[in-house]
């Protein structure tokens, strides 16, 4: 099994570190889908990032109900970490023309990200209520991907 030799990146088994993970990928999904509906001119990506905003608000609520639910007293981050602080701040820097683009092929990238840490979980993940959540949100997030792919391939 070619699988079982990757490393799993820290240990995005436990509980803490995927609501920490899963957290952050929601506040991103969330903040850049707002950029996107300002600055695109395109209806689909407009529609794309307004789908992102609502869906990840969403799973953001899921994830804490998942939380309570366990028992477990771990508090989601305010704040996002350095390296998404800076693909926003990457997202609000772009021209306009390559705006739509550089969006598209972030969001392929960041639901592959999460599509990845949510199967990890969900698979082997330490806390039963938070791995049925995680399993439950696949379905969604790899929607997103399709769409996200769809998307992304068809802008020139």
Request: net charge negative; glycine share 4%.
């Amino acid at each position: 099994n070619p699988a079982a030799t990757i490393p799993t990146p820290t240990d995005e088994t436990s509980a803490p570190e995927f609501v920490e993970k899963a957290a952050a990928s929601d506040m991103f999904e969330v903040e850049a889908g707002k950029i996107a509906m300002q600055r695109s001119a395109n209806a689909q990506v407009k529609a794309f990032a307004q789908m992102m905003v609502d869906g990840h608000t969403k799973t953001t609520a899921d994830l804490k109900a998942a939380i309570a639910a366990s028992g477990l007293t771990i508090t989601p981050p305010a704040m996002l970490p350095d390296d998404k602080s800076t693909a926003l701040a990457d997202l609000r820097a772009v021209d306009a023309g390559d705006f739509d683009k550089k969006y598209m092929d972030g969001q392929v990238d960041a639901h592959q990200a999460t599509l990845n840490l949510m199967s990890r979980y969900a698979q082997d993940g330490d806390s039963p209520q938070i791995k049925a959540a995680a399993a439950a949100m696949l379905p969604t997030i790899q929607e997103h991907l399709d769409k996200a792919r769809t998307l992304r391939d068809s802008l020139t």
